[in-house]
């Protein structure tokens, strides 16, 4: 369901909690505050989550490679088998969050607060930095 930046911020405004499979690929989303949203499942490719509030958000099994989630707090949130690749987590408040399966290939977490168990289960995870040094 192709949903716009404004109107997802707008619906959750007026309670509304559950976005599963929303499509709001390359949306700019700077400072979103939706603790408790349901986004499994959606396509959001390339969007701006920066210094984002996404605390215990459901992102299960959501496209998320190349997204910009610089900052954001995702305290107790469920990325399992979300797709990273390529997205910048750079600062990034992971504490808690389940990235079980995720695919964190070639995604920024410089500067993130993450634990190696968090890593554990993660799938294809390739720092940045080495990601880019191979070229």
Known sequence: MRMSAEELVEKYRAGKRDFRAVDLIKARLPNLRVPFADISG?????V???DAELISVKLIGANLSGADLTGADLTDASLTDADLRG??????ALYGTILSKANLSGANLDGT???TYQLRDAIRWTPASAASDSD
Do not use: E, I, K, T
Request: hydrophobic residues 40%; without cysteine; glycine residues 24%.
């Open 48 to 50: 701006g989550f920066r």
């Open 87 to 92: 997205a910048d987590l750079g600062g990034a």
């Open 42 to 46: 959606a396509r959001m490719n390339g």
């Open 113 to 115: 607060n993450l634990s």
